[in-house]
């Protein structure tokens, strides 16, 4: 998919994981930033993210279309909604972390 070509070209990007703190326990994209969406912690603290692209990613893809929308509408340029979330991350075989 579009992130798993990113990250292999070695792009300076940047992975937002919007799931909960119990989600993320299980594994993460290496190097992912964890701003949880349903808590508010993306809504409070977005500011402090970096510039440059944007993945938002979720567990399946219920919360990222959301998360992403938001933060376009905050000023983020080049945000991109990872569609099928972890589940289809880990489902692709592709390599996870923990936190």
Same mark, same amino acid.
């Given at each position: ?6 990250t292999g $070209?070695?792009?300076?990007?940047? +992975?937002?994981? +919007? &799931?909960?703190?119990?989600?993320? $326990?299980? %594994? +993460? @994209?290496? =190097?992912?930033l964890?701003?949880?969406w ?9 500011g402090?993210?970096? %510039?440059?692209?944007?993945?938002? @990613? !979720?567990?399946? *893809? =219920? &919360?990222?279309? *959301? $998360? $992403?929308?938001?933060? +376009?509408? /905050? =000023? #983020?340029v !080049?945000? #991109? /909604?990872?569609?099928? %979330?972890? /589940?289809?991350? &880990? =489902?692709? *075989?592709?390599?996870t972390?923990?936190?």
């Amino acid at each position: 998919g579009e992130l798993s070509d990113a990250t292999g $070209a070695g792009a300076r990007l940047t +992975v937002v994981d +919007v &799931r909960e703190p119990s989600e993320t $326990a299980s %594994g +993460v @994209i290496e =190097g992912a930033l964890l701003y949880p969406w349903s808590s508010g912690v993306l809504r409070a603290e977005h500011g402090a993210l970096p %510039g440059g692209p944007l993945y938002v @990613i !979720c567990a399946s *893809g =219920g &919360r990222s279309p *959301g $998360a $992403a929308a938001f933060l +376009v509408e /905050n =000023g #983020h340029v !080049c945000v #991109h /909604n990872v569609v099928g %979330g972890m /589940n289809g991350w &880990r =489902g692709a *075989g592709y390599p996870t972390v923990t936190p």
